[in-house]
Antibody
Framework: QVQLKESGPGLVQPSETLSLTCTVSGFSLTSNSVHWVRQPPGKGLEWMGIIRSGGSTDYNSALKSRLSISRDTSKSQVFLKMNSLQTEDTAIYYC??????WGQGTLVTVSS | DVVLTQTPVSLLISLGGQASISCRSSQSLVHSNGNTYLHWYLQKPGQSPQLLIYQVSNRFSGIPDRFSGSGSGTDFTLKISRVEPEDLGVYYCLQRTHNPYTFGAGTKLELK
């Protein structure tokens, strides 16, 4: 059974770095891509980036300069790191396996 | 980056009625391999998005045949026939032909 679960701090200070982990089960990261998608409160979905089965990455153009996605295949974990956070980065952050299976999302609030 | 324009922004439909949502792309979504990576999602209130249709017209596992997708090139349509209460929520199109991937802004389906 495929499962994805996001974890990380619920609150981040402005200008700090966000670190999130997506822990997966039921599939291999070396055979599947994982995307990160976010959704500000009351707004639409924004595709953030992808780490493919081979380990290559691509990012949303608007976030590229401050976003990094990596993984630890031995731990079945995918990581998101985004620096210089601002209040507009407040959102629910989702990880998804190829857009078919989704985590429940984790709310990140950027506030002092 | 590819811009996906969804119309209408919201839809008021009676139970049992039909809904049609348009997704227009700023450039052709035909990949160099000949496939068209235009997908449709439904996000029900308080839930993660769920895949309905992949590659224009293929229903995902478990999706009823009341949902159908069509289109080509830059113009795509999602049709929902015999609308049921469980169909309510926000519908998004997503293109995965061109990097970076992009979502449409969403169409909210509500009951009349």
């Amino acid at each position: 059974q495929v499962q994805l679960k996001e974890s990380g701090p619920g609150l981040v200070q402005p200008s700090e770095t966000l670190s999130l982990t997506c822990t997966v089960s039921g599939f291999s990261l070396t055979s599947n891509s994982v995307h990160w998608v976010r959704q500000p409160p009351g707004k639409g979905l924004e595709w953030m980036g992808i780490i493919r089965s081979g380990g290559s990455t691509d990012y949303n153009s608007a976030l590229k300069s401050r976003l990094s996605i990596s993984r630890d295949t031995s731990k079945s974990q995918v990581f998101l790191k985004m620096n210089s956070l601002q209040t507009e980065d407040t959102a629910i952050y989702y990880c998804t396996r190829s857009g078919t299976d989704w985590g429940q999302g984790t709310l990140v609030t950027v506030s002092s | 980056d590819v811009v996906l324009t969804q119309t209408p922004v919201s839809l008021l439909i009676s139970l049992g009625g039909q809904a049609s949502i348009s997704c227009r792309s700023s450039q052709s979504l035909v990949h160099s391999n000949g496939n068209t990576y235009l997908h449709w999602y439904l996000q029900k209130p308080g839930q993660s998005p769920q895949l309905l249709i992949y590659q224009v017209s293929n229903r995902f596992s478990g999706i009823p045949d009341r949902f159908s997708g069509s289109g080509s090139g830059t113009d795509f349509t999602l049709k929902i026939s015999r609308v049921e209460p469980e169909d309510l929520g926000v519908y998004y199109c997503l293109q995965r032909t061109h990097n970076p991937y992009t979502f449409g802004a969403g169409t909210k389906l509500e009951l009349k």
